[in-house]
């Protein structure tokens, strides 16, 4: 078992709707979890991270974290099309080590 | 502005041919790691270093190498012997111990000619 995995997708919501992305983890990777987006052709860049369970709202973004069940979840509410990208769920087995799942492809059509 | 800058963006290796791609960073932070990226996969880590003058082996270290010589800079290597080299290529840092997540630069494309 990867230490974190993910649907590959495509996934596809109609803009203005709400769009979930998933993500487990295994016994391996326990500490910290976080979300990148990534477009085409460019480095990740940090949307959220979470630490604790429950849930951790930024603007349009929660994320969402069952230790119990092992995983992870971010929702993007109000979806734009400008929220079409590959998003990676990442978790740390030591604070200096993480590890990626192989990432969610998201489409928000107009 | 901190961040980190990689070069080239786009780099063309011959067959048989040793390239380095470098990594600078000025956060001041004390981890740097080198990860790869294939198309529609993720990405995977081929070298990390905690402290300067160390580093350690990520999963896919075959055909590379690497140095720490000063905090700032951790140059890759992809050597010949690396028989798969077309990829993306991403640097990142971090600080250790903080919640933070990487920090990535833009990415070096690799490609084998």
């Known amino acids: 078992q990867k230490e974190v995995e993910q649907n590959s997708g495509p996934l596809s919501v109609p803009e203005g709707a709400i769009a979930s992305l998933n993500c487990t983890y295994s016994?391996?990777?326990?500490?910290?979890f976080f979300w990148y987006r990534q477009y085409s052709g460019k480095s990740p860049e940090l949307i959220m991270s979470?630490?604790?369970?429950g849930d951790k709202e930024d603007g349009r973004f929660t994320a969402q974290l069952n230790k119990a069940s092992q995983y992870v979840s971010l929702l993007i509410r109000d979806s734009q099309p400008s929220d079409s990208a590959t998003y990676l769920c990442?978790?740390?087995?030591?604070?200096?080590?993480?590890?990626f799942g192989s990432g969610t492809k998201l489409n928000v059509k107009p | 502005d901190g961040g980190i800058t990689q070069s080239p963006k786009y780099l063309f290796r011959k067959e048989g041919q040793n390239v380095t791609l470098s990594c600078e960073q000025n956060?001041?932070?004390?981890?740097m790691y080198w990860y790869r990226q294939d198309p529609g996969q993720g990405l995977r880590l081929i070298y990390y270093?905690?402290?300067?003058?160390?580093?350690q082996k990520g999963d896919i270290a075959e055909g590379y190498s690497v140095s720490r010589e000063k905090k700032e800079s951790f140059p890759l290597t992809v050597t010949s012997a690396q028989k798969n080299p077309t990829a993306f290529y991403l640097c990142?840092?971090?600080?250790?111990?903080?919640?933070?997540?990487?920090?990535f630069g833009s990415g070096t494309r690799l490609t084998v000619v």
């Open positions: 979470i630490y604790s369970n």
């Open positions: 956060l001041n932070h004390d981890a």
């Open positions: 016994d391996r990777v326990s500490q910290s």
């Open positions: 990142a840092s971090s600080s250790p111990g903080a919640n933070y997540g990487y920090t």
């Open positions: 270093s905690q402290i300067v003058n160390d580093f």
């Open positions: 990442a978790g740390s087995r030591n604070f200096n080590k993480f590890y």
